[in-house]
């Protein structure tokens, strides 16, 4: 099994949930078998596999989750599928769950356990059609690139005032900015939070150009601790935190002197909380959702290493993900 999430941010730039992304590995070897086994553990929810082995607080903490179901899984035992709290779970629905009795009770059912609901890939054009099916919805995923949100808005809000709008496919700041000027959207999806901007010819702050030097010194072959550490007690911040994590493994706490400190580290230690600590300073007037990609990147670069014997260069590839 494989998975992904997929952040959605709020107007504030923070992350409200995210959109769970699960695909079956054989999917993804075999074209042939996707398409012959297309049916196949039909009434199983793939996203609720992924919550269940890894636990809904270890993947999105207090935030809720979007998880596709099909309309054949729809009517399975959810209950017993997911054990977890119900009201961190949006089950995000498409189309094909059409505004029938059948569909329309059993959308009313899992309301009443505690489910939320989202309709995605609906074209506007079927609104009306659906009203009956978005009046149980909580959200309504659009395309931003398929839908004019200034024309669309007033007749939303109009017939279905308390549904919430998410905008997919937000690949631009730029688009994001305009969104959110408009008004009408809550949620937002897409690549915008990740790309760099444009340069602008200003300069770095000079505790960026500090950071900047450190990582050059510390990803050196066998570098000199002395060195790193003269660079690193540039930085207050950096001292600081560094003094107590050092003060904090010895045994005999007191300890002030940055060079000792990072003696008692090690060469390997100090690489790796310093490329860590500066990705998370450099990241700071980022969005929080980019520090933890890129966390979860270098940790999986690190540990692909030994599988494809690159275990040399787990180092390397750490740094790789965590700057990727």
Known sequence: MLATLVPLFNTRMDVHGYFVFAQRENYLLDAAHA???RFDN???????DIIDSMGIFTLASDRELFVPVNQVALFSDLTNQFRGAH???????????EPTPMYINRL???KMIGFRLAMQKLPLKYITEYAQILELCDYLFLDCHRVDIAKAKPYLFRF???LLLCATAVDEQETYNDLKAIGGFHLF????????????GEELSPLKVTYLELIR?????DYDLITAADVLGRDPALVVSLLKIVNRMTINNGITSVRHAAAILGQRELKR?????????????KPSEITRLSMLRARFAENLAPIFNMGGLSGDLFLMGLFS
């Open 273 to 285: 909380w310093i490329n860590t600590a500066i990705t998370k300073e450099l990241c700071a007037d």
């Open 189 to 200: 999806a897409g690549k915008f939070f990740r790309l760099p901007p444009v340069p602008m």
């Open 35 to 37: 398409s012959s086994s």
């Open 108 to 110: 009313r059912a899992l």
């Open 160 to 162: 279905l005032p308390k």
């Open 42 to 48: 039909a009434n199983r929810i793939e996203g609720f």
């Open 217 to 221: 010194v510390v990803n050196q072959e």
């Open 87 to 97: 009201d961190h779970i949006v089950l995000v629905i498409d189309h094909g769950v």
